[in-house]
């Protein structure tokens, strides 16, 4: 009998813990207008990406077949200033407007403030996740200290005549960005194109010149490395720096080794590199600062958090029809009944109450 008693009540604890699991209760984020209005904002300058590229040089140069959205967004898979492979799917999935709701909800988690700045490293491989976290920093009211690099892995923005600096100026004149990167590099190999050509370098140069932009001129990864930090560290001192974000490769400003070593998304501890081998990496050295780094690197992985697919990303038309239609884990957040929790509580104490009376009458039993 007492075996029957014990079994009732490991059933009802396990009933009790179903039905705190399976009913908690959908507590809408306070920042989804933000959220939403980000996805807006995103989408306008996806447009205005698109406008421009189709008065530039004709609607032929978007091929529907592979840029699926037809944003202009989408490279080509070689050209003169690809340093080097890169994903189709993972280009494809960047150019979404949900990335700016996705950058909103790690910037509040790392609880950056309005007025506060952030160091941003930027790279030509995925120009629509820039533009999106780019609108997100915007749509905060955090002030940008960015810099870019120029050339792309295959199937970003690794069109010379098209680069990430040309996309970014224009979002900038048109005052759909408020800034714009301060400093630029070459980017590739070592930070300085080391894995170009001399005529793929002069592609890039005058994509700098042509569009106004400051290089920031290096003779090596360590010179890179250094005269980032430094300027990160002087255009700091008139505001409150709160965060480093990352986008994509760059080699020195994810680093070649240690991107893989940081999380996706949010990354509050500095990682550990099990090779011993030296890696520049201006992300990894906030991070020894103890400045929280968001990462936006393995996109497919980051997109799980948020109960998202590759293909929900690509083809993402349901998400964006208004609040009700954005994903749940980017409007809801998940808290559990305080009274079901309670009433739980206290039936696992008067649970383990009555069994330690039950084992008392086992014991007895036993005895007789």
Known sequence: MP????????????????????????????NVSQKYQAIQSTLNAFTAIKNEKIKRFGQSSIDPKLDI?????????????????????????????????????????????????????????FPALNIAVLIALQE???????????????????????????????????GILKHKSIFVTLGGTEDRGKNLTSESLALLRLAMTRNHYTTLEIESI????????????????SCHLSAYVNIGGNAVSAGTLWKKAYEPGLNLKAAVLKSQTPSYSI???????????????????LAENYGLSAND?????????GIEQMPVKLVYEKKYDFRLLCFGLLLVILSLI???????????NSQS
């Open 3 to 30: 075996q029957i008693k014990l079994w009732i009540i490991v059933v009802m604890i396990v009933s009790m813990v179903y039905a705190i699991e399976s009913t908690p209760l959908k507590i809408q984020q306070s």
């Open 140 to 174: 905060k009211n955090i002030k940008t200290i960015t810099i870019s690099s120029v050339a792309s892995s295959m199937w970003g923005a690794n069109d010379p005549l098209f680069t990430w600096l040309d996309m970014e100026n224009h979002l900038y004149e048109q």
């Open 69 to 125: 959205k037809s944003s202009g967004l989408l490279g080509v898979l070689l050209s003169g200033i690809t340093t080097n492979t890169g994903q189709l799917q993972a280009k494809q999935m960047s150019i979404s407007a949900l990335w700016s709701a996705i950058a909103i909800d790690l910037i509040d988690q790392a609880k950056i403030k309005e007025g506060d700045c952030v160091a941003v490293g930027l790279s030509g491989s």
């Open 283 to 301: 992300m990894h050295r906030f991070a020894q600062a103890k400045i929280p780094v968001i990462h936006f690197s393995r996109l497919s992985a």
């Open 354 to 364: 009555y069994l330690r009376k039950i084992n008392k009458e086992i014991y007895l």
């Open 313 to 321: 990303l690509i083809r993402d038309e349901k998400y964006l029809g």
């Open 222 to 237: 360590e010179q890179s490395y250094e005269k980032r930090w430094d300027v990160y560290q002087k255009e700091a001192k």
